[in-house]
């Protein structure tokens, strides 16, 4: 691994490691950045649920908004933002699915309602009532009753490859300290940014 990117993961370890141990509710949230084919960005809150050497990996529906804009365009882009810190980090890059084994794995991983809400929910499609969203979570519940929830096909991760990291650390008098780690011709970079 290029030494310029082992730091950058190293530096996002020690501070991803610090957000978790400082008690703060859903250390691990993100914003996902990504756009449609006409280049209309979306953005949401998801929770980061891996990350190593290869990139940084989320669940979701492939149906939903956000998988029809990463199949149109794998580009897309996480912001880290822990205000009581205040620290932020910025990841871009390209995403790709993960195996079928590492999403069965963290399938497998989930509490059975969530299981079943991923079998159930139409993500993103529009919904008549809750009354028949609560109806399909029965009939899937009946459906695997007695048996373990497989993961449904439509269901699974993306792995953000990436290709710029920024860390951002507030400064009294908004005089921020950024340092950005860029892939560029093959190549990583790193260097300090005005903020």
């Known amino acids: 691994m290029n030494e310029i990117y082992a730091q950058a993961l190293a530096r996002f370890d020690e501070v991803y490691t610090r ?56 580009h897309a882009a996480l912001c880290f933002f822990w205000h009581e810190m205040h620290e932020q980090i ?14 069965d794995a963290y399938f497998a991983s989930r ?25 399909d979570i029965e009939q899937i519940e009946a459906r695997f009753a007695g048996q373990e929830v497989p993961r449904p096909s439509h269901w699974s991760g993306y792995r953000l490859i990436p290709q ?10 908004r005089l921020h300290e950024r340092t950005e780690y860029c892939l560029q011709d093959g190549e990583w970079h790193s260097g300090l940014l005005y903020p």
Not at 28 to 40: L, P
Not at 164 to 173: C, D, T
Request: proline letters at 3%; a neutral charge; hydrophobic letters at 35%.
């Open 19 to 74: 957000a978790q141990a400082s008690g703060l509710r859903d250390a691990n949230a993100m914003s996902v950045a990504t756009v449609d084919a006409d280049g209309r960005p979306a953005v949401r809150i998801l929770l980061l649920k891996g990350h190593d050497e290869r990139g940084f990996v989320f669940y979701t529906n492939y149906d939903s908004r956000k998988g029809h804009e990463l199949a149109s365009n794998p």
């Open 111 to 135: 509490a059975r309602i969530s299981q079943v809400g991923a079998w159930a929910s139409q993500q993103s499609q529009p919904l008549h009532s809750r009354a028949h969203f609560e109806r």
């Open 90 to 103: 910025r990841i871009e890059g390209q995403c790709e699915k993960v195996s079928a084994a590492e999403g």
């Open 164 to 173: 710029r990291l920024e860390f951002w650390r507030g400064i009294e008098g």
